[in-house]
């Protein structure tokens, strides 16, 4: 078990969801509106090749631990600049605390239309809508992180953003109030329809 240890000083932030949710999307724009580097973990991932093996799907297996140690690295250059900025599904497997974790949600029907356009087989879509519609990565970074945000699709963004602008500057801030996503409800026709469990 991988010790979760809070960095230094600056702001941590990590931007997480289910694959396809729009991650990426939305931690560009806060790198571009707040000037900070964007730390993708799929790319640490690929360029430091830290995966162990593929999956049936031919995905990578990435190494958490060695993982956990080389973003540790890369974030703790971007804290003494105030804050660091790190993306990716794999932001609430890793053995590292947060001062504030964003995910990113996603309608089910959305994500459905999205993950079949990168062609992931049933199985794999199936388990992605299930971890979408039960929350796992913001089950997952409450663990792990003093604050977390969820947003849906793109509702909140700019609130987020300002929210993260302020308190990189210091100040307390108030906590944004961001639209309530309950999923059950999406979760149910897609029973109702046959498409999960
Ligand atoms: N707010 C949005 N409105 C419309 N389309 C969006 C939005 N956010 C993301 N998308 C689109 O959804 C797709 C997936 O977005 P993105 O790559 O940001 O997801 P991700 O969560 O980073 O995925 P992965 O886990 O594979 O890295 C892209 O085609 C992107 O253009
Ligand atoms: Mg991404």
Do not use: W
Request: net charge negative.
């Amino acid at each position: 078990m991988v010790s979760i240890k809070k960095e230094g000083h600056g702001l941590f932030i990590a931007v997480t969801g289910t694959p396809g949710a729009g991650k990426s999307t939305f931690a560009k724009e806060i790198s571009d509106d707040l000037g900070i580097t964007l730390i993708e973990i799929n790319s640490i991932v690929e360029s430091y090749r830290l995966f162990s093996e593929t999956d049936d799907d031919g995905a990578k297996i990435a190494m958490i631990k060695p993982l956990t140690k080389k973003i540790k690295q890369l974030a703790g250059e971007s804290l003494k600049n105030g804050a660091a900025l790190i993306v990716g599904h794999l932001a609430c497997e890793l053995g590292i605390r947060y001062d504030i974790a964003i995910v990113v949600r996603c309608q089910l029907e959305i994500l459905e239309q999205r993950l079949l356009d990168r062609g992931y087989g049933t199985e794999k879509l199936k388990e992605n809508l299930m971890a979408e519609a039960l929350d796992y990565c913001g089950v997952a970074a409450q663990e792990r992180s003093d604050e977390v945000l969820e947003l849906d699709g793109s509702a909140d963004k700019d609130v987020v953003i300002d929210y993260l602008k302020a308190r990189i500057e210091g100040k307390p801030g108030a906590q944004p109030k961001l639209k309530q996503i309950d999923r059950m409800p999406e979760l149910l026709k897609f029973i109702e329809a046959g498409k999960l469990p």
